[in-house]
C-alpha cells in the first residue's frame, strides 16, 4: 500500500520509498523517515497533492511521489 | 571586542523575528560572498562592547544539497563564529534536533533556543527544558519570539558567553553517539584524518575530526568545498575506495551504508548515519516532552488551519486571497500612477527649465535631461509596483497563506509540467525577475527550475514591463488586450516547450508552515529590505543607462537606425528606431520607455513594440543570475529563444493587427 491509497484520517507507518535522491533527501528533511507515523489530513481533488501530518507539522506530498512511499497501516 | 554570533534554524522556526529582535533595524542584508544565497548581518550594542550577529539561511539540515544550506555551513566555518545560537521550532522538536545534533558535532560553543513554545503548549506539548539542557549539555531558551518573551534571557546568555567564552560548558561527550559499527568506522576515519591533517600552528583544521569523518561518511555536495580546504580528504577518499574494492581492505564492523563504498548496499534507502540521527533525536523528544490531552475548545488558529487545510473549503477561501492580493496591487498601481507624478511635478518643472538654459545637444543639458529620468522614472512607475508587491509577498509569506496557495495551485501548474512552489518565483517575478530565479532554488529538481527561469526570463512581465505597458498604453493608446494575449500565448506554448524538451518531473515535498497572524514590523521590515538592496543596486546602473540612451536620442545617432526602416516596417510594422527600444531592454527593462516615449508612435505601431519588449530578452541582472545558477550554455539557449520569439511575436502581430 502506498501513501496515495490512504484516506483522510488514516493513520500509517512509512516502510519506505523509491525516489530520485533531491526528493529523497527533501523527504529525510522533512521528516518522512522509513519508521515514521504519519496522518493523511487532506487530499486534493482531481488527483493534487496529499496533506500529511507528521508530528506536529503538516507536509504536502505531490500524488506522483506520494505513489512511491510505501506505507503499512 | 571581537565577537560573532549565528543564528541557525530550519525555515518557518521563527528565524529572522529574532534575528531582529536581537539587532534591531541596523541589519544589513547582502548576498554572501560569490553565491546568490542572502544573508543579513547586524550588531548588537551592549555597555560592554559590540557584536555582530549573522543570520544565515534556513535549513533542515547540515546536508548541503541546496546552496542555502552550503552557505549556512560556509558561515559556519568562515565567519569566525564564537557562538551558535541554534534557533529550533518547539512544536516540531524532534525534527529541529536532527539539525541540533549535527551542529553539535561542529564542537562551536552553542545554545538552543526554543521557539514559538506558545504553539507547542497549544499542540499539548509540555517541554522539560531542563531535562533537555542536560541531555544536549547546552544551555536552552525557551521563547515566544513573536511576543518577545524569552528575549532578555537570551540576550544575556550571549553577553555572557561574550564576556567571558570560557564559562560555556565544555561537553564530556557528544550527544550523537551511534551504534557501536558506525562509531568503529567514524573512529577509523577520525584516526586517519588526525594523522594526514594535524592541527597545527599555521594549520588549523577547521572542522573536528568526528565532524569530517561521519560528513566524509554521509556525502554532501559540500565535499567539493570540503576537499578544495582539505584536499588530503579527496586522496583519503580514493584511496579507500581503490582499497575497498580491490578488497584489500575491510573497514572494521562494516555495514556497507558509507556513500563512499562500492560494497555499500542498495537497500539502505537512507543512510545508516541519518537514520541513527534522526532515531537519537526522537528518543531525545520523548524523554522531555509530556503530551497531554487538551481540555476546552479549540482555539481560533487550530480551526482556521483546519478549514484552509481542507480542499473544499480552502480552495475558495485561497483563490479569494490570491485575487484580492492581484487586485490590490492593481489597485495601488493606479493610485500611484495619478498621485506620484503630481509630488514629483514641481522637480520635472525645475529640471525641465534648468535644462532649458543650457545649449540643446550639449552634454551639460543631456546629463541635466537624463539624471531625472533615470531617477524619477523608477520612482513614478517602478517603485510603487515593486512595494506593493513586496508588501502583500511578505503578508502572505508571514502568514503562512503562501504555501497554501502553492498547493492549491499545484495541480493547476502540473498541466504546465512545473510544481505547484512554481507560483512563488512567478509571483515574486512580477516585482522583480531576479529574486523570482533566486526562489526557484524551492523548486525539486533542475529541470524545473530551468523551465520555471525560462518563464520568468522570457514572458512574466516584471514591475518594469508592466510599467512599460502602461506607460506606452497611455501614451500612444497602445491596446492592453493585445499586448498581455501575446504575452499569455507565449507563456503557455513556451511552458509546455521547455517542460516536454527537459522532461522536468514535478514532485511537490513541502512543508506547511502554520497560520499565524504576521506583525506589521516583520512585513515592513522584509518589504523595506527587499526594496532597499534593490534600489543600491539599480539606482547607479539606471543613471548611467539613462544618460547613455540620451545621448544616442540627442545626438542624433539613432536616426541612423532608421535606415533599418524598410527592414523592419515589413517585417515588424514598427520603425527602426522603435527596435532600438526592444534592444534596450536587455540592458535595463527602465530604459525602453526613455526610448520609446521620446518616438512619435502610433497605436498600433506601439502595441507591436510594447508587445516585443514584453517578450524579449532578459535585462543583465538576471542574465547573470542565469548563467550563474544553470551556466553559460542554459543562458545562451534562452537568448535564443528570447530572440526568435521577440522577433516572431512582432512578426505574427503585424500580420493580424488591423489598423488601429
Not at chain 2, 527561469?453 to 497602445?478: D, M, N, Q, W
Not at chain 2, 508587445?611 to 542574465?623: D, E, R
Amino acid at each position: 500500500m502506498t501513501l496515495l491509497d490512504t484516506r483522510p484520517g488514516d493513520e500509517v507507518t512509512i516502510d519506505t520509498a523509491r525516489a530520485g535522491r533531491g526528493a529523497m533527501r527533501r523527504l529525510w528533511d522533512l521528516g518522512l523517515l522509513p519508521g515514521t507515523k504519519v496522518k493523511t489530513v487532506a487530499a486534493h481533488p482531481f488527483r493534487g497533492p496529499i496533506l500529511v501530518r507528521v508530528g506536529e507539522c503538516t507536509v504536502a506530498v505531490g500524488r506522483k511521489l506520494a505513489s512511491r512511499i510505501y506505507v503499512t497501516k | 571586542m571581537q565577537f560573532t554570533v549565528a543564528l541557525v534554524g530550519q525555515p518557518n522556526v521563527g528565524k529572522s523575528v529574532i534575528m531582529n529582535l536581537l539587532t534591531g533595524a541596523g541589519a544589513v542584508v547582502s548576498n554572501y560572498p560569490g553565491t546568490t544565497v542572502e544573508i543579513t548581518q547586524g550588531y548588537m550594542e551592549g555597555p560592554s562592547g559590540r557584536i555582530t550577529v549573522i543570520d544565515t539561511p534556513g535549513t533542515y539540515s547540515l546536508h548541503s544539497d541546496t546552496e542555502e544550506q552550503r552557505v549556512a555551513q560556509r558561515v559556519l566555518l568562515e565567519a569566525g563564529v564564537d557562538l551558535i545560537v541554534n534557533v529550533a521550532d518547539a512544536r516540531n522538536l524532534s525534527r529541529n534536533l536532527y539539525l541540533t545534533l549535527q551542529l553539535l558535532d561542529l564542537d562551536i560553543p552553542m545554545v538552543l533556543a526554543l521557539n514559538q513554545m506558545d504553539m507547542a503548549r497549544e499542540a499539548g506539548m509540555i517541554i522539560d527544558t531542563t531535562a533537555l539542557e542536560e541531555k544536549l549539555q547546552i544551555p536552552v531558551t525557551p521563547m515566544i519570539a513573536s511576543k518577545g518573551e524569552g528575549l532578555e534571557e537570551l540576550e544575556k546568555l550571549i553577553w555572557k558567553a561574550a564576556g567571558s567564552p570560557e564559562t560555556l560548558p565544555a561537553r564530556a561527550t557528544s550527544p550523537m553517539r551511534f551504534s557501536p559499527e558506525i562509531e568503529r568506522v567514524i573512529g577509523m576515519l577520525q584516526g586517519q584524518i588526525e594523522q594526514i591533517i594535524p592541527e597545527e600552528e599555521g594549520k588549523h583544521r577547521l572542522h573536528p575530526s568526528r565532524a569530517l569523518a561521519i560528513h566524509l561518511m554521509e556525502h554532501d555536495a559540500l565535499d567539493e568545498d570540503l576537499f578544495s580546504i582539505y584536499p588530503e580528504l579527496a586522496h583519503l577518499v580514493e584511496d579507500l575506495q581503490e582499497k575497498v574494492a580491490s578488497k584489500r581492505f575491510q573497514c572494521a564492523g562494516c555495514f556497507r551504508g558509507c556513500w563512499f563504498c562500492p560494497a555499500a548496499d542498495d537497500s539502505h534507502p537512507v543512510l545508516p548515519t541519518c537514520l541513527e540521527r534522526t532515531r537519537q533525536a526522537q528518543a531525545i523528544t520523548t524523554a522531555v516532552v509530556r503530551r497531554c490531552r487538551l481540555e476546552g475548545p479549540v482555539s481560533t488558529r487550530v480551526r482556521l488551519e483546519r478549514l484552509l487545510d481542507n480542499p473544499s473549503t480552502g480552495i475558495p477561501i485561497l483563490a479569494l486571497v490570491a485575487y484580492l492580493a492581484v487586485r490590490l496591487t492593481l489597485e495601488i498601481l493606479e493610485f500611484a500612477e495619478e498621485f506620484v507624478p503630481v509630488i514629483l511635478e514641481p522637480v520635472v518643472g525645475f529640471i525641465a527649465g534648468l535644462a532649458g538654459s543650457f545649449r540643446q545637444g550639449s552634454l551639460a543639458e543631456i546629463i541635466i535631461t537624463a539624471i531625472p529620468e533615470g531617477v524619477l522614472l523608477p520612482f513614478e512607475v517602478v517603485m510603487p509596483t515593486m512595494l506593493s508587491i513586496y508588501l502583500i509577498m511578505a503578508l502572505l509569506e508571514d502568514s503562512g497563506l503562501m504555501p497554501r496557495i502553492a498547493v492549491m495551485m499545484d495541480r493547476i501548474m502540473s498541466f504546465l509540467k512545473i510544481p505547484g512552489q512554481s507560483i512563488i518565483p512567478f509571483l515574486l517575478g512580477f516585482g522583480c525577475r531576479a529574486p523570482g530565479v533566486l526562489a526557484t532554488r524551492t523548486l525539486p529538481n533542475r529541470e524545473s527550475r530551468i523551465v520555471v527561469s525560462t518563464l520568468l526570463a522570457i514572458p512574466i512581465p516584471c514591475a518594469a514591463t508592466l510599467g512599460i505597458i502602461t506607460g506606452v498604453a497611455r501614451a500612444f493608446g497602445a491596446d492592453l488586450r493585445v499586448i498581455y494575449g501575446a504575452i499569455a500565448v507565449v507563456f503557455l506554448l513556451l511552458a509546455r516547450l521547455v517542460a516536454r524538451y527537459l522532461q522536468a518531473d514535478s514532485e511537490l515535498v513541502m512543508e506547511i508552515p502554520p497560520v499565524r497572524l504576521p506583525s506589521a514590523r516583520a512585513v515592513a521590515g522584509k518589504a523595506w529590505m527587499r526594496m532597499e538592496s534593490f534600489f543600491k543596486q539599480v539606482l547607479p546602473v539606471l543613471m548611467i543607462t539613462g544618460i547613455g540612451v540620451r545621448v544616442l536620442l540627442n545626438t542624433g545617432i539613432l536616426s541612423v537606425l532608421s535606415r533599418l526602416d524598410p527592414i523592419s516596417t515589413g517585417l515588424f510594422g514598427i520603425t527602426g528606431q522603435s527596435l532600438v527600444s526592444v534592444a534596450v531592454t536587455v540592458v535595463q527593462r527602465y530604459a525602453a520607455p526613455m526610448v520609446l516615449l521620446n518616438l512619435p508612435l502610433g497605436a498600433r505601431e506601439a502595441t507591436i513594440a510594447a508587445s516585443m519588449i514584453s517578450l524579449s530578452l532578459p535585462c543583465i541582472p538576471v542574465s547573470y543570475l542565469i548563467a550563474r545558477e544553470f551556466g553559460w550554455k542554459t543562458l545562451a539557449a534562452i537568448y535564443g529563444l528570447a530572440l526568435g520569439i521577440t522577433l516572431s511575436t512582432g512578426f505574427v502581430l503585424n500580420l493580424i493587427l488591423p489598423a488601429m
